[in-house]
């Protein structure tokens, strides 16, 4: 996994070193709304993310995560993910999370561009997903804004404050991730800055 650079935004990988801070994050109240996300005590979660592979590329699976963070003021504003299951490694899921003082100004919508980039041209992979709770507008306007289709609705595919719920799927095919409206910096771009 390697630093991601936007216009505005350093993606950086997490890790065991900076795991406690996507945990700090994770504790923000009205995150779970429309997901379930792990309730590990700290020590519980930096041990899962020490688990996790470092190395993104052709092949791989696992799930990795990327702590959003504002390169103007250095602040966390939230997180981005990619999960590669070992049964279809073509495949990817991405998931993003912004903290409520840093939506609306398209954060999520460029961290996520920068994710796609990594997804297809790093991972190669040929397809990318993303699952939904349809009543989450920002999410599907996020997923819509970069060129997601929505595919099938899931009946009871997901747990929401322990209660089943109905998801979509929203899907990403490699070959259609042209003409991107956000324009993502390389790591190596980003370092000539
Ligand atoms: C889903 C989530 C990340 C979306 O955040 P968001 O701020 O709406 O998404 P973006 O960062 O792409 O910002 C889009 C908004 O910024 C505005 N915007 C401002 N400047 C922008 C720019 N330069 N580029 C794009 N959009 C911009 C857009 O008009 C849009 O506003 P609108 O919602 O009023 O139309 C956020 O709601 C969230 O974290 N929710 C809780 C966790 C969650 O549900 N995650 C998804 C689980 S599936």
């Not at 954060?107 to 790093?122: N, P």
Request: glycine share 8%.
């Amino acid at each position: 996994m390697r630093v991601m650079l936007t216009e505005r935004l350093r993606l950086e990988p997490v890790s065991a070193l900076n795991a406690d801070q996507l945990w700090q994050i994770l504790q923000a109240a009205d995150l779970r709304s429309y997901q379930d996300l792990p309730g590990l005590r700290l020590t519980a979660f930096v041990e899962s993310v020490a688990r996790r592979p470092l190395h993104l590329g052709s092949g791989q699976h696992g799930r990795y995560e990327w702590l959003v963070v504002l390169r103007e003021s250095g602040e966390n504003a939230g997180w981005i993910s990619l999960r590669i299951p070992e049964r279809e490694p073509g495949a990817g899921e991405v998931g993003y999370t912004l903290l409520s003082e840093f939506r609306g100004r398209g954060y999520a919508t460029e961290a996520v561009s920068a994710l796609l980039d990594e997804a297809f041209a790093v991972a190669h992979l040929q397809r990318v997903c993303a699952y939904c709770v349809p009543q989450n507008l920002a999410s599907v306007a996020v997923l819509e804004r970069l060129g997601f289709t929505r595919d099938i609705t899931l009946p009871r595919g997901a747990t929401v404050g322990g209660q089943p719920v109905d998801v979509t799927s929203h899907v990403l095919e490699a070959r259609d991730w042209r003409d991107r409206p956000y324009r993502t910096l390389t790591s190596a771009e980003g370092k000539k800055k």
